[in-house]
Nanobody, 117 residues
Framework: QVQLVESGGGLVQPGGSLRLSCAAS????????MHWYRQAPGKQRELVAT???????NYADSVKGRFTISRDNAKNTVYLQMNSLKPEDTAVYYC???????????WGQGTQVTVSS
C-alpha cells in the first residue's frame, strides 16, 4: 500500500520551532523527489520546499533561511525543520512524493501547524 504519513504539527508560539516528518511506505523512496506544500485557510496550496533524489534542495522565498528540508532514505522519511516561525506560517502542511519515471504522484493527509501567541 502506497502511503505518506505526516507528523509533528501542532501549536507553537511565534519565534518557535517545529520539525515535521513524513514517513513513506509502498514506494522506492530513495528515487522520489519529495516536496512539502502548505495551504492556509482561503488560500491556494503553495510549494514550500523540495528535495531531489540527489539531495538538491529548493525553498520558497518566504521560508528561505528559516526552514530546512532533509531526507533519510534508510528510514524512508523526509523532514521539514521549521525555525523562527511566524503567524503567517500557519497552515496545513502536506508531504508529496513524485516519480516522473513511473508517473506516480503521492500525497499525505496533511498536518496542522498553528503559530500563535
Amino acid at each position: 500500500q502506497v502511503q505518506l504519513v505526516e507528523s509533528g504539527g501542532g501549536l507553537v508560539q511565534p519565534g518557535g520551532s517545529l520539525r515535521l516528518s513524513c514517513a513513506a511506505s509502498g514506494i522506492r523512496f530513495s528515487i522520489y523527489t519529495m516536496h512539502w506544500y502548505r495551504q492556509a485557510p482561503g488560500k491556494q496550496r503553495e510549494l514550500v520546499a523540495t528535495i531531489t533524489s540527489r539531495d538538491n534542495t529548493n525553498y520558497a522565498d518566504s521560508v528561505k533561511g528559516r526552514f530546512t528540508i532533509s531526507r533519510d532514505n534508510a528510514k524512508n522519511t523526509v523532514y521539514l525543520q521549521m525555525n523562527s516561525l511566524k503567524p503567517e506560517d500557519t497552515a496545513v502542511y502536506y508531504c508529496n512524493g513524485v516519480n516522473t519515471v513511473v508517473l506516480r504522484n503521492v500525497w499525505g493527509q496533511g498536518t496542522q501547524v498553528t503559530v500563535s501567541s
